[in-house]
């Protein structure tokens, strides 16, 4: 593993710059991962969406009628 850290008495701005980017670049691929493989809450959420219109629907119809 590189050492990242400066000799004192020249401190490099661009170290922490650099581990900083490194550490952004990770984060999506782990996002990403997470998200192709977790279905199950997708579709829970997509589910909850339906009820709920259908049960505002029934709602509006029977206050209506």
Partial sequence: MANYQ???GNH????STQMFRAFVD???QGRQAAATSGGGPRIGLIL???VAVAVIA???WLALG
């Fill in 48 to 50: 909850g969406v339906v």
């Fill in 26 to 28: 990770e984060a999506p």
């Fill in 12 to 15: 490099d701005p661009a170290g």
């Fill in 6 to 8: 400066a000799p004192q």
């Fill in 58 to 60: 029934a709602v509006a």
